[in-house]
């Protein structure tokens, strides 16, 4: 993500909670600073509907990363 918003092409981190603390310290690491969306974990074995489910419920959020 941090080399595509050097290049001016704007992006989200989508990652479940378990990976909040890998995030943090990858972006302290490269000295970076990308958006970041969370979502509930797991998400392996999930039905569809409830990934659209989850896919919805930070919808906006996503959405509204990537245009601030």
Do not use: W, Y
Request: with cysteine; aromatic share 4%.
């Amino acid at each position: 993500m941090t080399d595509l918003e050097k290049r001016g092409i704007p992006g989200v981190i989508v990652a479940t909670e378990q990976f909040i603390t890998a995030a943090v310290d990858q972006c302290e690491a490269l000295a970076s600073s990308p958006a970041c969306v969370f979502t509930s974990h797991p998400i392996q074995d999930r039905t569809d509907e409830e990934m659209i489910e989850i896919a919805n419920s930070v919808f906006k959020q996503i959405v509204s990363s990537l245009i601030t």
